[in-house]
């Protein structure tokens, strides 16, 4: 409810939103831009901090694909178009519900990405979110994911 009185809110009059098979996810697919979206969040977190109680994390998501390593690489090649080619990167694999080899999956992601990896200080994150036979695949920057504790602890600083 949450999360769907503000994604209307926010210009979506009918967003979908549902309950993973795994505790503590939830899903919403909207027709706004999700690092619009995103954003716009983040805005009412910092205005309302009261107003976010039950939705702790969210990581916008620009494609999703069935879990199966080639549709992922498939997915990723068509995103790495936004990277310079000064940029560095680093991976990200969040698994559930997945016999999917972490060490395979990243191997075959950095093959197609000729940047250069930095697991500190990098420009973009290849986040690959895999939930049973559903994977949500983006290329973020470091500040396109919301904490909410983090942002509410932050901003009292």
Same mark, same amino acid.
């Given at each position: 409810?949450?999360?769907?009185?503000?994604?209307?809110?926010?210009?979506?009059?009918?967003?979908?939103? %549902?309950?993973?098979?795994?505790?503590?996810?939830?899903?919403?697919?909207?027709?706004?831009?999700?690092?619009?979206?995103?954003?716009?969040?983040?805005?009412?977190?910092?205005?309302?901090?009261?107003?976010?109680? $039950?939705?702790?994390?969210?990581?916008?998501?620009?494609?999703?694909?069935?879990?199966?390593?080639?549709?992922?690489?498939?997915?990723?090649?068509?995103?790495?178009?936004?990277?310079?080619?000064?940029?560095? $990167?680093?991976?990200?694999?969040?698994?559930? %519900?997945?016999?999917?080899?972490?060490?395979?999956?990243?191997?075959?992601?950095?093959?197609?990405?000729?940047?250069?990896?930095?697991?500190?200080? $990098?420009?973009?994150?290849?986040?690959?979110?895999?939930?049973? %036979?559903?994977?949500?695949?983006?290329?973020?920057?470091?500040?396109?994911?919301?904490?909410?504790?983090?942002?509410?602890?932050?901003?009292?600083?």
């Amino acid at each position: 409810d949450e999360i769907s009185e503000i994604i209307e809110e926010l210009g979506d009059s009918s967003p979908r939103i %549902g309950k993973s098979s795994f505790s503590g996810i939830i899903w919403a697919e909207t027709s706004i831009d999700p690092f619009v979206a995103i954003n716009d969040i983040k805005k009412i977190i910092l205005d309302e901090p009261w107003r976010m109680r $039950y939705c702790h994390r969210f990581i916008p998501v620009s494609h999703t694909t069935s879990a199966s390593l080639e549709n992922i690489v498939e997915s990723v090649k068509n995103q790495i178009k936004i990277m310079k080619d000064t940029d560095t $990167y680093r991976i990200t694999i969040e698994k559930r %519900g997945s016999d999917i080899s972490s060490k395979e999956l990243i191997d075959s992601i950095a093959d197609i990405i000729p940047n250069k990896v930095s697991l500190e200080s $990098y420009d973009w994150n290849v986040m690959i979110q895999i939930m049973g %036979g559903i994977v949500g695949i983006s290329i973020l920057k470091e500040d396109d994911i919301i904490s909410t504790l983090k942002l509410k602890r932050d901003s009292m600083e």
